[in-house]
């Protein structure tokens, strides 16, 4: 009995690693096709500087709606993308557009950089930072309104490349920014604050969440935002759901807040609305 349920389990248990196998097959077929006929959206997502309670930036967030398959998350689709390269046809994508998104509220009067999510296997690409200022050029979009967030997985790895690292110096010196976002979810994350060109660290939603739930977390954030401000870096806390975190997060000093409290991502039109209130 205990052999054949054993057994069975076996059977079931590759039969669910061949669904993830054909799933990820169609994903690849469709999203080739999304990409052809730019058939991907972007969201933006406002970042709140606490300071003033105005906007001050937005973070562009891929959406993709397929008619086959229906909705697929980016956390479902950006790893397939990075496994089967397409990821650098969604990077120059989202690129593109956020290039002529922040023209067009420059044009309407409306400071606000955009934030851009960039793997590392888009860096791997020896012409990566050609490619992002030859966009640039080609949109009239000056280089100040985009900033680029990388993962700790991402400093990690750029750290023991050389390449990658004189690529983003090049774009550091162009003008773009380098945001560390999901922070202090990797490991030796504090090497990297001062390692690599940044300006800007993202406290990962999960110490947001936990900060009102544990006396503990709470006093690490506090404690990540001393020293990210003692180092001179900008300190953003994301994934603020609520007024008891948003209020905590202004009393310890926190920088900017980018969360549902504030705002879901959105179309550039919701975001061009809140731009002119206050929070
Ligand atoms: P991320 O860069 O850390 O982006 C923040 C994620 O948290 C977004 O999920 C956003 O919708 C979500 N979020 C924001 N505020 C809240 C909140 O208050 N509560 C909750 N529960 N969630 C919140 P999304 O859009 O599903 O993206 C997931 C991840 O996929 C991103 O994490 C980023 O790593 C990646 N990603 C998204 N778009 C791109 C892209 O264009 N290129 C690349 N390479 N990666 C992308
Ligand atoms: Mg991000
Ligand atoms: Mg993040
Ligand atoms: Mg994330």
Request: aromatic share 6%; hydrophobic share 40%.
């Amino acid at each position: 009995n205990v052999r054949k349920a054993g057994g069975n389990s076996i059977m079931s248990l590759s039969n669910e690693a061949h669904k993830a196998l054909s799933r990820q097959a169609l994903i690849e077929k469709r999203l080739l096709l999304a990409l052809d006929q730019k058939n991907l959206n972007v969201l933006y997502q406002p970042q709140l500087d606490m300071h003033t309670g105005k906007i001050i930036a937005a973070e562009a967030l891929v959406r993709w709606m397929d008619e086959e398959i229906g909705v697929v998350t980016p956390d479902e689709l950006i790893p397939i993308a990075e496994e089967t390269g397409l990821i650098h046809s969604i990077g120059s994508f989202v690129l593109e557009q956020a290039c002529q998104q922040a023209l067009t509220w420059q044009d309407q009067g409306i400071s606000l950089k955009i934030s851009i999510n960039v793997s590392i296997r888009e860096f791997r690409d020896k012409n990566m930072a050609r490619s992002i200022l030859e966009t640039l050029e080609r949109t009239k979009c000056p280089a100040n309104l985009i900033q680029i967030e990388i993962t700790e997985k991402f400093a990690l790895e750029a750290e023991s490349e050389t390449a990658i690292m004189k690529q983003m110096r090049q774009l550091e010196q162009e003008g773009i920014v380098f945001v560390l976002d999901d922070f202090g979810t990797g490991y030796a994350s504090f090497r990297y604050m001062q390692l690599l060109p940044l300006k800007t660290v993202k406290i990962d939603a999960t110490f947001i969440r936990a900060m009102t739930q544990s006396e503990k977390t709470e006093q690490l954030v506090r404690g990540i935002i001393q020293l990210a401000k003692s180092m001179q870096l900008i300190v953003l806390a994301e994934g603020v759901e609520t007024a008891e975190q948003f209020k905590l997060l202004k009393d310890f000093g926190c920088d900017l807040v980018q969360g549902y409290y504030v705002c879901k991502p959105t179309t550039a039109n919701d975001v061009k609305g809140l731009y002119h209130q206050k929070l």
